[in-house]
Every structure is written in C-alpha cells, then in structure tokens.
C-alpha cells in the first residue's frame, strides 16, 4: 500500500514538473514582448530594456525556466502585467467566489443527475427511462453559455425571479448554478444508470433478495455503496475542474471568479495571470487525481497489485 | 457422392424451410454493423441530421435566400422579426443588428462549423492514430510517450484553448490547429489501450512468426481493428468541436466576423436579448440541433460497432 503511494506521489511530481514546462515553453513562444506590455505604448528603449532585465528576459532559456521553477515552487506566480499585483493573490482573492459556484453546480448537477440515473435504472426501458436518456441527449447537446443566457432571459428578464448576474448569495447563484448543474447532469445519469443495471444483475443482490432483506435495504447498504464509485471518481475530477475556474458560466453571469479573471487576462494579454491560473488549475486536477486513486486503493484493493 | 445427394436434399427443401435457412448465410462485418444501424431508430435520426448538416453547408449559395453578409435597410425595421406576416416574406427568420438576414447567416454558419468540426477533428484524429500506436508498440518510449500526453491532459482544455487562440490572434486556421492540439491526447490514449490489446491478437502474433515487418503489421492488420474506434470518436469529436468552436466564437476568439458563425451570431445578439431574443435563440437552436445530430449517430454507430457484437 505504502509503495503504491509512494510510486503515485514520484508520478505527480513528474506529472507537475512536465506540467510546469510545458506552460513555461508557451509563454516562451508567445510572439509578443512582455517589457513593451508592461511598458506601455509610449515607453522608450531604455525603459523597456530596463524592464527586460527587470523580469530576467535577457537570461538564456534554461535560467529562465530554473528561476521560473523555483519561484512556482514558493507559491510566486509572478505579477500580473497589467494590475501592479501578486497573480497567487489574485488568484486566492476569487477562489471564494468560484469555490460558491463549484460546490453549487456540483450539488445540484449531482442531485439532478443520480436522482434521474436511478430513476432510469430502476424503471428500465420504460417511458420514465426514455424520457430521462432523451432528455439527457439534449442537455449534453446544448452550449453551455446560450442554456446560460436562456435562463436568464425566461427567469431574469421575462419572469423577474433571479437578478440579472453578479455576486450575491442564494439568488444570484442559483441559476449559473443551475446552468452547471443542468450541462452535467446527463454524464451523471447515464453513467450512474449503466452502473446501477451492472449492480443490479450481481449474484448478491440475489442472494439479498432470498434472504428476504427489506428492498429499501438492500438499495441502501448493497447495491448504492457499489454503484457510487465511479460517480465519486467523475465527482472528484469535476470538482478539480471546476475549481480551476468556470469561465464560460462566469462570463455569462458576470460571476466574479477565477474563471472570469481568467477570461479579462485573456483580453488584456496578461500572461503571468494566464499561466499562473493554469498552472493552478493543472495543480488541482493532478492533486485530485491522486486523492482518487489513492482513495480506490482503499476501496478496491486490486488497484494495488498493477 | 453423399455431397450431391445433399444438394439435392437442399434443393428440394418447401418454402417455409428455406428462410429458416437463410439465417446460415454468411453475412460479413458491415453488413452486420449496417443492419443493427438501420434498426436503431435514434441513431437514423442522428444520421439525418447530420445528412441535413452538411447537405446546409455544402450547398449554402442556392439554399440561402439573401447574402449573408449584406446589410438590408429594410432589416432594420419591423420587417426584422422573424415569422412575419405572409405579406412580407422577405427575411423569414428577421434580421440582425445590422440587417443581415438571419436565415442565411445560419446557413453559411454551418459551413462554419462542419468546415471546423471536420478538419480539426480530422488532424486531432491523425496525430491521435500516429502517437498512439507508436506508443502501443514502443515498450518504455511508449510509457514515455503515454506520460506526456497525461501531463497534456491535465492542463485544463478550455483554458489552453483560450489562452493559445488568443495568444495567436483568432482566424479560422488557428482556431483548427488549436483544437486539434488539445483534442489529440484523448484520441491518443484510446488509440493506445486499443493498440495494447489489438497487439496480443492470434493472427497478429501470427504474422509476426511469419516474419512480416512490422510496419507492413501496423498498416494492414493492426489499423483496420481501430477503424471503429475511429469512426466512432471521429463522429462524437465532430459534436464537441462544433460546440467548442460555437463557445470560442462566442468570445471572439473563433472566425472573424463577418464572416457569418453561429457563436459569432449569438455574441452580436447578446446585447439585444431584450428586444431581439430571437438572434440568440436562432443560433443556439442551430449549435444543438447539429451537435445533438452527431452525438446520437456517433453513439448509434458506437452500439452497432460494439466489438462484443461482432466477435
């Protein structure tokens, strides 16, 4: 077991590490010329040159990287190009916000989509099942930001339910909250409905049947506990994902979190934000990774042996 | 002897007989792959649709009833809503902020998206088949090859996308590139495990024993068994890329305008969502029609070519 983890940890670090090159290799090729953004249009040529040294540009590629590398390791992503401040503050200063969404989109895209699996499951073939998987094809079909600006117009505009956007608490967020929730749902109720048919056709469950357990038990304590796992692995690397930020729900809703930080970076050319948001999003979803399959070691101690 | 007098036997068997014979005619892979197509009803539609998708696109000029990029006075006025009396039949479905009709815009738009869909998907697919089998028969390069496509994977999608289109100021061209090198590694490592398993195959461990090269193994036996995993991934990547790229258009970071995108329309449209709801409405109904097409015939095809079917 510990080997096992051992061996995972050495493989994240490497995974980081490869991680952490390939986002310093972009920013390397990038055809534009980080001292004459952050210069400004009208700096001259020794300012510019001054800041070049400033930022350590006129270093041969290797020191770049090493200098780039040991400043990630302490947590320093640089400053941001355009606003005269830290990126790992920038980034920590939204991470509430799109903490609140994530934790929001998951329940509810959890609750919507296991409540329908099961629903599927339970009632194979039937209309309720057709009805469901049909309904689930179309909200996977659908581009999250237009099912976004959808709802905004029937419950914001049409039907003034919701406001319009912004940051607040259980009325702002619930429609871009919804709007995660109903993108997501149908991968959790597919996937949760094939897992439960595959429970479902288990020897034990025969064998819980013949000893005349109560149904409501058996579903409980036999059948959920199996079914649930891969819902925990998709849950968790959701999870990640979303943490790393939201950007087409934040740019619709006006939500103001990492996502949207991102998306401003973006169109302000701000590099050092740009990377260190991915840095920071592929922190979490490697992090996440391992958490899961550390977990499935303790759960299915086969995993072990590979 | 005995044979012929069977024959004769056959030959000699009453109707009703005779179709329960039928069922022993041999009956080879695609036809069997077509005949679970042809019974599965869902997936027909998909196949529609998408028939419908790129019969729009290819033939966009005589379909679209103005040009798309022209800018009608008249649009701007109540003739621009769509739906309009029988009267004044001239922009069925109204016009945009500019007095472009939207009908046509919609059509030139899935040219668009089939034009990146396919192309993108197309190069993803190629250099998807190319590292993965390479890294399936490589011992340590591939688990070399394998590492770093997990380290490609682990750097969100949309971000890289975002942050490259931007980074190489947004065209049509880039927006393809993009997405192929972010689509790849999904493909690359289903490729891969396809790869490791196709390999321990009897007739290929038997080609090997006859001393057949192994590039000639990799072209003739070894890619003909992931033709389904092509096509099946091809036809799903071609739903997710025509939504990736309504998304990237819609931020402005997909095909310029004016030329005519369905994500483009939808961001225009955005800021007269009170008064002309129907310029985000349209679109959108558009992207999911066409990516609601693919995603149901790629699943279709992903049934009837189920390997435990065929085998």
Known sequence: MTRYIIRRLIGIVLTLLGVSVIVFSIIYIIPSD???????????IETIHSIRHQLGLDQPVHIQYLRFLSRTLRGDFGQSWRLRREVSSLILERLPATAKLALSGLLLELMIGLSLGALSALN??????????AGSFFFLSVPGFWLGLILLYLFGFQVRLFPLGGYGGLKHVFLPALTIGLMYAPWYARMFRSSLLEVFRADFLTTARAKGLLPRHIFLRH???????????????????FLGGLVIIEIVFGWPGIGLLAWKAIFLMDIPVIMGIILFASFLVVMMNLVVDISYAFIDPRVVYQ | MSKALASQELNNESPSQEG???????????????HHLYRDK?????????LLVVVVAIFAEPLAPHEPNHQYMEGLTDLGAPFPPSENRTFRLGTDSLGRDVASRLIYGARVSLVVGVLANGLAMTVGVLVGTIAGYLRIGGTLIMRFVDIMMSIPSYLLAMALVSVLRPSLAVVIVVIA??????????VYGEVLSVKEYDFILAA???????????IRHILPQLLPLIIVYLTL?????????????FLGLGVQPPTPSWGGMMKLGRGYFRSAPWLVLLPGLAVTFAVLGFNLLGEGLRDALDPRRLR
Do not use: C, F, H
């Not at chain 1, 194979?124 to 998987?133: A, F, G, N």
């Open chain 1, 34 to 44: 980080p001292a004459r953004i952050v210069g400004g249009p009208e700096a001259s």
């Open chain 1, 124 to 133: 194979e073939y039937s209309l309720v099942d057709r009805l469901v998987m």
């Open chain 1, 223 to 241: 059948v959920l506990p199996n079914a649930i796992k891969p819902v925990i692995t998709m849950a968790g690397m959701d999870l990640a994902s």
């Open chain 2, 20 to 34: 329960a014979l039928s069922k022993y005619k041999v009956k080879s892979q695609t036809q069997v792959v077509w």
């Open chain 2, 42 to 50: 869902v997936a027909l539609i998909g196949g529609l649709i998408v």
């Open chain 2, 181 to 190: 090198a972010v689509y790849w590694t999904y493909l690359a490592r289903l």
């Open chain 2, 208 to 218: 090997q024993s006859v001393g057949v090269p192994i590039s000639r193994i990799i």
């Open chain 2, 237 to 249: 990547g071609i739903s997710t890329t025509i939504r990736v790229e309504a998304t990237l258009s």
